[in-house]
């Protein structure tokens, strides 16, 4: 079986673009300094883990992305809802979906994630706020993208619904915080110094 690749979603941290929950919080400008952050520290580990990967991005040219993160593969995620964007990155399975968004992922997670899908279909990492951080899949699995409710806590339960429908048990990673809303700046501190 091939090594998975990692697919990392992201957008440009401009001001009042980047972090909107969290401009209430820290401003405009202190939202997008805090996405930075948490995209070079998940693609600080997304290095670490060695595992190939590319950036599929938003909110500014390519060549604004190479700019800041250095050389990295990048494509456009495109027009459409997340669930449209993940299944266009699919291709070439086996692939691993991540976000910038889970401040304590790490490349052994990631590398854990890989190993997983050696033996099992899919993957799947849950979030304390009921979406995931990570879902891993070794083969494409039709509608597991369709008719979900981003952004939601329901995210988690309706994937895992999805997948027990196509007989896919998943293997769970450890359960991490996503820093999406004011109140989750607390389990991190020194993220917004």
Known sequence: ??????????????????????????????????????????????????????????????????????????????????????????????????????PDLSADLLVQASQALLNRTAVIGPAEDGGYWLLGLAQPITGIFRDIAWSSDRVFNQTISRLAATGVTPELLPRLSDCDRPEDLERWPGLTT
């Open 1 to 102: 079986m091939a090594i998975p690749r990692v697919v990392l979603f992201t957008r440009y941290p401009e001001p009042g673009r980047a972090k909107t929950r969290l401009i209430p919080a820290l401003g405009p400008e202190g939202a997008a300094a805090l996405h930075r952050r948490l995209t070079e520290h998940t693609l600080a580990a997304v290095r670490a883990s060695d595992l190939p990967h590319e950036l599929r991005v938003t909110g500014a040219p390519p060549d604004a992305f190479l700019e800041w993160l250095g050389p990295v593969e990048i494509a456009d995620q495109g027009e459409g809802d997340l669930g449209e964007r993940l299944e266009r990155a699919g291709p070439p399975y086996p692939t691993l979906f991540i976000g910038a968004d889970a």
